[in-house]
């Protein structure tokens, strides 16, 4: 297996094959590179070969297919032991027994508790809490600008990052003492810069973790998410401890990994398009409208890994063969020139068309909290701009840096100025 710690792979066309860089460093060059390759392209992920998705429409028909799984057992790779749990992205496929992980009726199973919990009448319930996490974090904000004497302050580290994990903690009734804790070992256990047996002890400290917060709520339970989970509909089949603690592992990388990209790479884009962000501040275009096309230009999911095939499938001229993975990438599908026409590369707010993404996925396993990261940013980005209508980068916009992060597009750190 290549490793990513000596030095990053050349994110480039090998051979036909497109190489994806571990350490993210010129994500846009690599977006192209995706789409330019086909709708179905090969790539190389850290040595391991897979089939990846770059538009739009291929995309709506495969992640309806039944013939593409969830199940690891279907990958050839797997079965024939070529990887194994040495190679560093396995722990994002093989992460236990959960909702994200297997199909069909078991699916619908594991999925259903969490759908409930996060319907549109549930989103307005904890919206005023969701707004006093918001202005909390802004009073936090600006009292870092005061220690700085106003200088730069993290968006993220202060704002960004927290905001998400407050409220996912909240609806699973983790405990705010354990926040920080979750959201390092999260940052760690995505980045390749962690050695791989770093990794899998830190998917097991997780499982440690969750399973406590499990057995606790077993015993006592209270009105949050991990005990609805654990509480079987009257006649329905309970939820195992290993599904229950699997579907929260999951869900709390999901829940807050996905609206930390949202909310800095909708931040970015308004800063570095300085007269849309004048049309946003003057009403004449809605935040809504800035949060599609966020998720559209830049995808809080860069790659999502993986889906296998369980018989041969044609797709135009390719065949994705049995056993083969497939990997969707979802920032080069959100600047497919099919879909979206000729600009997709541009960031713009104006289109005269309705943003048609998939940011979030599509079909049985779309994302069941992409109405909470919507609601999370359509209250945390006015908020932070009618609390700091001077808000600006402290540094140029090509000096943001990448997380070496394969599968979320998210930055190392956001430094800004609160006044202009």
């Not at 297997?102 to 999925?111: C, F, T, W």
């Not at 830190?202 to 440690?208: C, G, R």
Request: proline share 6%; aromatic share 4%.
């Amino acid at each position: 297996m290549n490793c990513p710690h000596a030095a990053a792979q050349e994110a480039t066309l090998r051979g036909g094959v497109v190489v994806i860089d571990p350490l993210v460093q010129d994500l846009d060059g690599e977006t192209a590179r995706l789409r330019d390759a086909g709708p179905l392209a090969r790539i190389d992920l850290l040595g391991v070969p897979a089939w990846t998705i770059t538009r739009h429409a291929v995309a709506r028909q495969l992640l309806v297919d039944p013939r593409l799984v969830k199940d690891l057992d279907a990958w050839g790779l797997w079965q024939r032991g070529e990887v194994t749990h040495a190679w560093p992205l396995i722990g994002m496929i093989d992460a236990g027994r959960s909702m994200f992980t297997v199909d069909g009726s078991e699916h619908r199973r594991l999925r259903t508790k969490t759908s409930q919990a996060l319907t549109p009448r549930r989103l307005e319930e904890i919206r005023p809490e969701i707004e006093k996490f918001t202005e909390e974090l802004l009073d936090a904000l600006a009292e870092q600008s005061e220690k700085n004497k106003g200088g730069a302050v993290d968006l993220k580290s202060v704002f960004a990052q927290p905001l998400p994990m407050r409220v996912v903690g909240m609806l699973m009734g983790v405990d705010e003492a354990e926040h920080p804790m979750l959201m390092k070992r999260y940052e760690a256990f995505f980045s390749m810069l962690t050695p791989q047996e770093e990794r899998l002890a830190l998917l097991a400290e997780l499982d440690v973790f969750y399973a406590a917060l499990v057995r606790e709520r077993t015993a006592r339970p209270t009105d949050d998410l991990t005990s609805a989970l654990i509480l079987a509909e009257e006649g329905g089949e309970p939820l195992t401890e290993e599904e229950v603690v699997g579907n929260l592992k999951a869900m709390v990388a999901a829940g807050h990994e996905t609206t930390i990209g949202l909310i800095l790479n909708a931040v970015r884009a308004l800063l570095s398009h300085p007269e849309q962000l004048r049309k946003v501040l003057d009403g004449e275009i809605p935040w809504e409208t800035v949060i599609e096309e966020t998720l559209r230009w830049d995808t809080p999911t860069t790659h999502l890994l993986m889906r296998f095939a369980t018989e041969d499938i044609q797709i135009g001229d390719d065949v994705i063969a049995q056993g083969e993975g497939v990997v969707i990438s979802y920032r080069a599908i959100g600047r497919d020139i099919e879909q979206h026409g000729p600009d997709a590369d541009a960031f713009d707010i104006t289109r005269p068309t309705p943003i048609g993404h998939m940011a979030f996925g599509h079909g049985p396993h779309i994302c069941p909290g992409a109405a909470l990261s919507r609601v999370e940013a359509g209250i945390a980005l006015p908020a932070l701009f009618r609390r700091f209508p001077g808000l600006r980068s402290a540094i140029a916009d090509e000096e943001i840096r990448k997380l070496p992060v394969m599968t979320q597009n998210d930055m190392e750190a956001f430094p800004v100025l609160l006044h202009g």
